[in-house]
């Protein structure tokens, strides 16, 4: 049982010091590929740094539901990685206490508290980034439950222990037509929810277009420092359900011993990198979409996974 | 005479004598009256539905036999009981909240006649749930909508309570009747009123008849449940009536309409064929997206909520319709499952829309507005009801670790186990399933979204118009009945492990299979074979977490688990109990943390937020809940086809305009394709008919005449032809 303990809190720790360094490298690619040199990999441990030696300042207008929302959003990340494979293909300590729909509902507790705190500052641009990340919310939500119906079909659990293997015994079902499919939708939905371009643009600094960045604008100081990192987190905790369980289940320890646990966060953070390039190449080919459009981005993203989805009633 | 008996009829009595009661003491001590016995008859009520279901075993008592009807039974099996339990439960919480918050009435309107409304009504929801035979059944069926529709008409003298109340009238007597038809037909077929006699005639029923009952009671009873497309009175009645009714109509008396369809449909004719199923869910899944949608355009705090009650009712026939696809497949454990989950969701509905209609009840008390456009900064006025607002608002919307989370999670599952469906034409269900899940996942998001801006908008932020700086916190009896339900809402979500087992008992009998070996595993059983714990499961769990608590807690474990085969050992799990422990830890922890370790001695102020610039952000200036929830009208624009009446331009001068004001008006979508045709076409019947009334005595006379011949002819034809 101790060791169960011990690599389920491992996955936390590798989550929680590597997900500030995977958007590091993203900005740092992005910059390069713009031909420009860019921040250090290391800025946000930086800018976290930063941000918990200053001083904190809140809005008059704000309540406690300013106060408490960065401590969500910053433990449910960790929550959901106490459920999912991040560094071992069997499951953990923690495994039973949800499956991959508690994990969407807890990460949308953080995302429910953090529209709560944009209004509470009274603060103009608040609401308005609030209104719109609900918007993509809703319409991503029926894909990601066609995505689970998939899932549900092809490995008859919703465990992500137990789907990671089944997309890939034997190697031929990695190609059938519902996983390449579904690969494809569940990309569009991780750009989405991580407010990637072509649905948000992370690095925007006009307040009237921001839909994610908005929401935080009132926080400084500690707060802002948990919430970034939440953030951080959450992205990270979506690329590991993505990589381990439904695009590519290997490179994780499968002798539970302590090296071959550790041996497994360099196979991770490789597949991580490897992923980043993608997601580089997709933000700097494409350009952000106007507001309304993005209906259209994730439209198509729910057609695509009905599609993946009837490939496999069939 | 039996214990249950004694409390049932010390529970009407309570009743009807504090009805009585109510006439005679003088009008502000009316609102304690209401309270106490209210709260006395709901506590004796609770009981006797608690010891069912704990005991399980049924209670029947005959009462008297009337002439050439058969005798009048009483019954509580443990489907009726848990009925009972729920809806004594959310009424001794209302009752109490009654007792601060009448008083505003005091002077105003008749409270004795609330009072005795009020309590008879919660009388007849009692003999509705006991009633054992057609005749009683339809009678106190009868009453409980009368009641309603004097409820609703309440502030008689506001229009929109008396346009609201017989819109309620009409559509509860057209649904009444329907099922009054099904009810008739059953019991003529069996020759016999009570419900045993019926349930045993019912087996050599032929398709056409079982079909015909089916739509008769899945569309008459819906009524009461808000079913789309009959649910237009709902929104309309439920808000207009005083906060504490609203709470019982929208928490005790919808479930009334889960408990006909059930009892009729899953109980006295079973019904063993997949389309039914595939029905309801088709109109559970519509229920819960065109609620939802008219939710979020809605800016009437109490109107919003009675839109959720369509939604929330939707998503218990999407359990509902799951589990009778799953019976007439031939999985009565999945079937068990789905009722369960669909039971279980009413129940957590009952709880947080009553405590969220309290919430609203108790901010229009305060107030005295609804409309959120005009509200804003309450949390601070008001910390105890924005506190149960927001509880019951992420119940509602199915977060974890509340109650809405646990049964909406379990419904999902069950729509998920639809991959093990494999009879002809499986597919074409699978795809059903589908796209209810699909449907069900975007109402839930979407009512994530319509209580971000009913929460926000109300409680957050700077308030919006004068009314709101002159708020006070809720009396203390208001802030106990909304305490009562808000932990309700909690311990339902933490502890699914022991409302599983209490809810089986009443879905057993109808599928002929428990769920609780399939949902509980016996983690906790202290004998080490785990005579129910797959060995598969069994061996690897240890390692797992699975059994802390294993020494000190009572019951079969704390886990929500699945058992499957070899290749899927486990299909689904999750438990709100360890994960309300490990989110509150994680909470601690990292407050502790970063407030001592990491940013010690760092200052917080409080300073003016951020204004973009401008010299003063005024109040108004703030986003409202219509530019909240303008994303969703854009997107569902198909749907809500809004019309834009007239715009009026305000001129400062000839060519210079100052303002438009634009209105536009958006008719429910249900009214525009259902409601205008029906009732356009009971127009048009009735203008011809109209036609024969044109005053003159001796057409009238001949009128009369041909219809006495008519009723004699075909008297003397059944005689003939040898009929009842």
């Given at each position: ?245 439904l695009l590519t289940p290997w490179g994780l320890a499968a002798d539970q011993t302590l090296g071959a646990v550790l041996l497994a966060v360099p196979k991770v953070l490789l597949k991580v990198f490897i992923f980043l390039v993608v997601i580089v190449v997709i933000e700097s080919q494409l ?28 | ?707 006495m011949l008519l009723v004699i002819a075909v008297g003397f034809a059944i005689e003939t032809a040898g009929g009842p």
């Open positions: 049982m101790i060791p169960y303990i011990v690599f389920n809190l491992m996955q936390v720790v590798v989550v929680l010091l590597c997900a500030p360094l995977a958007s590091g490298v993203l900005s740092r690619m992005k910059e390069i590929v713009q031909s420009k040199q860019g921040p250090s990999i290391f800025q946000p441990y930086r800018d976290l740094w930063k941000l918990f030696h200053k001083d904190e300042i809140v809005s008059e207008e704000s309540s406690w539901i300013f106060r408490f929302t960065p401590y969500v959003v910053f433990a449910t990340p960790i929550m959901v990685t106490l459920l999912i494979p991040v560094l071992t293909n069997y499951p953990l300590f923690f495994a039973f206490m949800g499956d991959m729909i508690a994990g969407g509902f807890i990460l949308s507790l953080g995302g429910f508290f953090s529209t709560l705190a944009a209004i509470d500052t009274a603060n103009p641009y608040g609401p308005m980034g609030a209104s719109r990340t609900r918007m993509v919310g809703f319409l991503s939500e029926p894909v990601f439950m066609i995505v689970f119906f998939t899932v549900s079909f092809v490995a008859g659990s919703t465990i992500p222990y137990i789907v990671q293997e089944k997309w890939v015994t034997p190697l031929v079902f990695f190609v059938t037509p519902s996983h390449v499919l579904l690969m494809l939708a569940f990309l569009m939905l991780i750009l989405a929810e991580g407010g990637r371009i072509p649905v948000d643009n992370p690095t925007g600094h006009f307040e009237l277009a921001m839909i994610d960045e908005s929401k935080s604008l009132e926080y400084s100081g500690r707060g802002f420092a948990l919430i970034k990192w939440g953030g951080h987190m959450k992205f990270f905790v979506l690329m590991c359900i993505f990589l381990n369980v350009s952000k979409l106007r507001l309304f459009r993005i209906a259209e981005f994730l439209g198509a993203a729910f057609v695509t996974s009905v599609a993946a989805v009837i490939a496999q009633v069939f | 005479m039996s214990p249950i008996g004694l409390l049932l009829a010390t529970a009407l009595s309570v009743c009807v004598a504090g009805a009585l009661a109510g006439i005679v003491v003088p009008s502000p001590r009316v609102p304690a009256l209401s309270a106490w016995a209210g709260s006395l008859a709901s506590v004796l009520l609770l009981l006797a539905g608690g010891w069912i279901l704990l005991e399980g075993q049924s209670f029947r008592a005959d009462l008297w036999a009337i002439y050439g009807w058969g005798t009048l039974t009483l019954s509580l099996d443990r489907l009726s009981a848990f009925f009972l339990f729920v809806a004594g439960l959310v009424m001794l919480a209302v009752s109490i909240f009654s007792a601060g918050y009448l008083k505003r009435y005091v002077g105003r309107y008749s409270l004795k006649a609330l009072n005795a409304w009020y309590l008879l009504l919660l009388a007849s929801v009692a003999l509705i749930l006991v009633a054992n035979d057609v005749l009683l059944f339809l009678a106190a069926w009868e009453a409980m909508t009368i009641l309603s529709y004097l409820l609703v008409n309440f502030e008689h003298r506001r229009e929109e309570s008396s346009r609201a109340g017989y819109l309620l009238l009409a559509m509860s007597e057209a649904g009444f009747m329907a099922g009054v038809l099904a009810l008739l037909f059953l019991s003529v077929h069996a020759g016999s009123m009570g419900f045993s006699a019926l349930r045993a005639a019912g087996l050599d029923l032929g398709p056409l008849a079982r079909w015909t009952v089916f739509l008769l009671t899945f569309f008459g009873f819906g009524v009461k449940a808000g079913l789309v497309p009959l649910n237009s009175w709902l929104p309309r009645a439920h808000p207009v009536a005083p906060g504490n009714i609203s709470v019982a109509l929208s928490g005790v008396i919808v479930n009334l309409g889960i408990y006909g369809i059930a009892r009729v449909n899953l109980d006295l004719l079973p019904i063993a064929s997949v389309l039914p199923g595939l029905i309801v869910l088709l109109f559970g899944t519509l229920s819960a997206l065109l609620g939802v949608l008219y939710a979020n355009i809605e800016h009437d705090l109490k109107a919003l909520l009675a839109h959720h009650t369509v939604e929330q009712m939707g998503i218990v026939f999407i359990g509902l319709g799951a589990g009778i696809v799953f019976v007439a497949a031939g999985f009565p454990v999945l079937a068990s499952v789905a009722f369960l989950a669909s039971l279980y969701h009413m129940a957590n509905h009952s709880f947080f829309k009553g405590l969220l209609f309290l919430s609203a009840a108790s901010v229009d008390a305060a107030v005295g507005a609804k409309n959120i456009d005009r509200l804003g900064g309450l949390i601070k006025r008001m910390p105890w009801t924005a506190l149960f607002f927001l509880v019951g608002a992420v119940a509602l919307v199915a977060l974890p670790p509340f109650n809405g989370f646990v049964s909406e999670w379990l419904i999902i599952q069950s729509l998920l186990r639809s991959a093990e469906l494999s009879f002809v034409g499986a597919v074409a269900a699978k795809i059903v399933f589908i796209l209810a899940g699909a449907g069900l996942a975007l109402a839930t998001a979407l009512a994530l979204s319509c209580f971000v801006k009913a929460f926000a908008m109300t409680f957050l932020g700077m308030g919006r118009s004068e009314d709101v700086r002159g708020a006070r916190e809720a009396s203390r009896t208001m802030v106990v009945g909304m305490g009562i339900l808000a932990l309700l809402c909690l311990l339902f979500g933490v502890l699914p492990t022991y409302v599983i087992p209490l809810l089986d008992g009443a879905i057993q009998p109808l599928t002929g299979a428990s769920a609780v070996g399939a949902l509980v595993p016996a983690f906790f059983a202290s004998n080490p074979a785990h005579d129910t714990v797959p060995t598969g499961i069994a061996e690897g769990f240890p390692q797992l977490g699975a059994q802390i608590g294993q020494s000190f807690l009572p019951g079969r474990g704390l886990v929500v688990l699945h058992p499957g085969g070899t290749g899927n050992p486990v299909v689904f799990a999750m438990s709100t109990s360890y994960m309300v422990l490990v989110l509150v830890g994680l909470l601690l922890l990292t407050y502790v943390l970063v407030r001592v370790v990491l940013t010690r001695g760092r200052k917080s102020t409080r300073r003016r937020r951020w204004d973009g610039g401008v010299r003063s952000l005024r109040p108004e200036m703030t986003y409202t809940a219509t530019g909240f929830s303008n994303p969703v009208k854009v997107i569902f624009e198909a749907v809500f086809r809004p019309t834009t009446v007239q715009d009026t331009r305000e001129m400062a001068a000839e060519h210079f305009r100052s303002a438009i004001l634009r209105e536009r008006v958006t008719v429910h979508v249900v009214d525009r394709w259902f409601v205008q045709p029906v009732k356009g076409a009971a127009m048009r019947v009735a203008n011809r008919l109209a036609a024969m009334h044109h005053g003159r005595i001796n057409a009238y006379a001949a009128y009369v005449l041909v219809a």
